[in-house]
């Protein structure tokens, strides 16, 4: 059966790994050969365990001479209890015990050593797998840019060229540097950032993203940002920091450990020692040697199955592993703390302008009451040109008309109303029923689907301008997802007026929505949904704006839609989607719940097999083989099913 990875061997593993394998097959081959040949040595005792000694040293350094490194340069550090001291302590004592009994029997010292290098070198080729999951994202970083100088095209650093550079990329090359494309017409492959297969069709006067690759045509782009601002940079910063920021789980595991190692060492210490000590009071006859090794073997035995490696290291890398699968899908998480308050969310609220809807306005009505139709589009044009919300530059582009600046002035913007200023020296507003009110204007009324503009000049109600917006193709599909996926409730948030935002949540299957809100009245309206949930369900709130961002740092979690989305958005937001479909909001769920399924599955393999071995092991019952099946054994389990996050395309 191939590998879910490709191909496996040698090729695929980093020089350490390689030198630690052939360490193992070397150790093993040795401990085989002894376990072979020890009973024809022809030698009395004690001349032949001090032989066996001896030759069963020789494996046991070339596999485990590192162990004993670490656990001596932590003994040296006062960094003790850990896996290798716990270790390095086992084999030592299981060493010592075979030569106090002159039994021969060092195969059991040399094959714990040998087990966990074992499972340390599965543990590592796993780890590195996850994290080249992850380091194949890095590969979106472009290598140079080519800027054209004296009709030739020099290679320079990403970072040297300056905004509102002109740089050409080729087919193949990767778009080095966000931009505008001025000349050629190509197709961008995407799958790096937004995990979609389909080509991207791009032509001259379209925005480029960096960190695409593209495919058939040569492409001249102006840069519009620094490399450093640029959207490569951005998610090569997100996945970076990643890892720095802990969830509660991996928290726990880190307590956990340093409370549960020293115990399990004082527990083993006092099993070496104090039952020993109670039988002899108690009139033990029996040899006081045999009693010594027997409770220090059962001692050696609870350190070795005591290890807790599989916790350790399994739920960092199941938080790892579902990070790097996220990633590939085109969902940034900016840390797994956020993976595991995403997997708790029960009520999602949307922005509606360009996340629910494809933000992309167009003028579908005129209706004047002085002027023509003409006269009054152009005077919202002024009045608007100043403005970069979609509603403004729908207007602009209706218009059509090519504007001169010098015949607007006094353009003053009204957060949540409209704008007013004087066009040729009349007096202009455009804007929302509040605008109109707040100037003791009574706009008409409008029963027209869409965000309605109504128009005052020099104080007069003049007529109104009806503005919609699409609803994305898969908004639809992307709330039935989220409902199938287990959360409870859907609200939305716009500041459209109220038969506009009835109309789209009706038609999306939205449970709730609030119109005609400012920027803080939807804090304020987030804040109260936060106040009405349970303490363990949590808030996601998706938007894309610059007026999200209050709102997308205030909720429980926020998620910010689309690479192109405002940057404040990107920075406020803790999941971060590679593109515009809403689909992916509940992809970034189920990803989230698998990864945490996973967390809870290797928290409760590892220490239920781990309790039920320490007993055995503290009562007789168990011995070094039965250790290295739960040390190694669980951990190689853990690792395994950590790595499972990985997978999540078909979620």
């Known amino acids: 059966m191939p590998s879910p990875y490709g191909r496996v061997g040698l090729i695929n593993m980093s020089n350490k790994q390689k030198k630690l394998l052939w360490r193992i097959i070397t150790a093993a081959a040795l401990l085989i050969l002894l376990g072979l040949g020890k009973n024809l040595l022809p030698l ?75 499972g340390e070198l599965f543990e590592s080729y796993a780890v590195g797998k996850s994290r080249k999951n992850i380091s194949q994202l890095m590969d979106i970083r472009p290598d140079y840019a080519n800027v054209e100088a004296d009709g030739i095209l020099t290679q320079v650093d990403p970072e040297e060229v300056e905004v509102g550079t002109i740089i050409t990329v080729r087919p193949g090359e990767k778009v080095p540097i966000d931009g505008v494309v001025l000349e050629g017409q190509s197709s961008l492959n995407t799958s790096a950032l937004t995990g979609e297969s389909m080509p991207r069709e791009i032509g001259a006067g379209d925005s480029v993203i960096s960190g695409c690759i593209n495919l058939t045509g040569v492409l001249k782009i102006r840069t519009t940002a620094a490399f450093g601002e640029s959207t490569v940079s951005k998610i090569l910063e997100l996945v970076e920091n990643a890892s720095s920021r802990k969830s509660k789980s991996e928290d726990f595991i880190s307590k956990f450990a340093r409370v549960y190692t ?34 220090l073997y059962r001692a050696l035995t609870f350190l070795v199955i005591s290890c807790p490696c599989a916790l350790v290291i399994s739920i960092p890398l199941s938080f790892f592993a579902g990070i790097g699968g996220a990633s590939n899908q085109g969902v940034l998480v900016k840390g797994s703390n956020y993976l595991e308050t995403l997997s708790q969310t029960t009520c999602v609220v949307f922005d509606k302008t360009g996340t629910l809807t494809k933000g992309v306005f167009e003028v579908t009505e005129i209706h004047n009451v002085a002027d ?71 706009p008409e009324a409008v029963t027209a689907v869409g965000t309605v503009v109504h128009m005052a000049v020099n104080g007069v109600y003049a007529g109104y301008i009806v503005v919609s917006d699409t609803v994305k193709d898969t908004a639809k599909q992307a709330v039935a997802a989220l409902k199938k996926a287990g959360v409870k409730k859907t609200v939305m948030l716009t500041g459209d007026a109220s038969p506009v935002a009835k109309a789209v949540a009706k038609e999306l299957g939205i449970d709730e929505y609030y119109s005609e809100l400012l920027p803080g009245d939807k804090v304020a309206k987030v804040e109260e949904i936060l106040t009405a949930k349970g303490e363990k369900e949590k808030l996601a709130f998706v938007g894309d704006g610059i007026n999200d961002a209050p709102v997308l740092a205030r909720a429980d979690i926020g998620i910010a839609m689309g690479a192109m989305g405002s940057d404040a958005a990107i920075e406020a937001a803790d999941v971060v989607l590679m593109d515009d479909n809403p689909l992916k909001i509940a992809k970034a769920i189920k990803i989230s719940r698998k990864c945490l399924r996973i967390v809870k599955q290797n928290i409760w393999l590892a220490i239920g097999i781990k309790v039920i071995c320490l007993i055995l092991g503290a009562v007789g019952l168990g011995n070094m083989w039965l250790a290295i099946l ?21 979620l």
């Not at 032989?51 to 596999?63: C, D, E, G, H, T």
Request: charged letters at 15%; a negative charge; aromatic letters at 8%.
């Open 372 to 442: 023509t139709p003409e006269t009054l589009l152009e005077y919202a044009a002024y009045v608007e040109s100043a403005s970069s919300h979609p509603i403004a530059r729908s207007i602009l582009k209706a218009c059509g008309k090519p504007l001169e600046p010098g015949r607007v002035t006094d353009i003053q913007e009204k957060s949540g109303h409209g704008i007013t200023a004087k066009v040729d020296g009349v007096d202009v507003a455009a804007g929302n029923e509040k605008l109109m009110k707040s100037l003791g204007i009574t």
């Open 262 to 295: 020293p115990a399990v060492c004082g527990s083993a210490l006092a099993l070496a020692v104090l039952p020993p000590i109670a039988q002899l009071l108690l009139g033990y006859s029996g040899p006081v040697l045999a009693l010594v090794t027997d409770w």
């Open 44 to 118: 009395a005792e004690p001349v032949r365990t001090a032989v066996l000694f001896a030759l069963y040293l020789i494996p046991y350094y070339i596999v485990g001479n590192d162990i004993l490194a670490k656990a001596w340069r932590g003994i040296r550090n006062g960094r003790v209890l850990d896996e290798s001291f716990l270790m390095a302590i086992a084999t030592v004592g299981a060493f010592a015990i075979a030569l106090l009994e002159q039994s021969g029997e060092f195969a059991e010292a040399v094959a714990v050593m040998l087990f966990f290098q074992t």
């Open 630 to 650: 739960a040390d190694v054994g669980v951990m190689i389990l853990a690792v395994l099913n950590a790595i499972r996050a990985l997978f999540v395309k078909d």
